[in-house]
């Protein structure tokens, strides 16, 4: 295994509970003084009540927000409204190109996400704060399952994976392959499948490392059934 991994990026804070959005969104006002927030979300979700939650909170705070489409000219719509934060609401796409947004205009921008989606979505944007609110993610399905497993099982050949890493792949995959469909345990999957995946790949890309054998000695399968498993 590789040991040289001496740091990986976290998030500086990360909210992770079931109604936790309007207390991590207080932090704006009251402890980072954030007046004016851009707010990327995917087009489809203007379509729906499904920012409420978000725009509600921030109404009810006094701050200032704009909400525009991740599949616009984004970076030119965030240097005219000029914010000191932006929010990303929405899928794993709409995630990345706010992320793109915030370095393409200032890094110095407080960065938020808050996935509405299961998926690599978490971790991947590097944001100063994550807000995973259950009550924002959509329910989901086979495709959403099936992406957990898929996070898990690439975290298993990335060039910083290790015992540690291995840990989070395997709890994971334990809840999933236990038969678990509820929301809350899935984001629980999805939580650890992104913590070891990030991780994993921090600072490089794929390696030497692969842990498929240790994973399945972990759940008790050969490497032939966990194989099948995964794919």
Known sequence: MNENLQSFLVP???YFKQG????ALAELKYELHKNRILILTDAALMLTDALLPVTGALYDLGITFSVIPSDGNTLSSCRKFEPDC???CGSAETLQVAA????????????????????????????????????????????AIS??????????CGANASDYTLGFAVQ??????????????????????????????????KGGVDLTADAAEALGLTVEELTAKLN
Do not use: W
């Not at 921008?109 to 259950?134: C, H, N, S």
């Not at 992406?147 to 298993?156: E, H, P, Y």
């Open 20 to 23: 936790c959005l309007p207390v």
């Open 172 to 205: 994971a995959m334990s809840i999933i392959f236990g038969g678990a469909k509820d929301k809350t345990s899935l984001l629980r999957a999805a939580s650890l499948a992104e913590n070891a995946f990030a991780i994993a790949y921090a600072g490089g890309g």
């Open 86 to 88: 932006i929010i990303a």
């Open 147 to 156: 992406g957990i497993l898929a996070t898990a099982r690439d975290s298993l």
């Open 100 to 143: 793109g947004v915030r370095e393409g205009f200032d890094p110095k921008v407080y960065f938020i996400t808050i996935p509405t989606t299961l998926g690599k979505t978490q971790t991947a944007a590097r944001p100063d704060m994550v807000i995973v609110d259950e009550d924002m993610v959509a329910e989901p399905d086979e495709t």
């Open 12 to 14: 500086g804070k990360l």
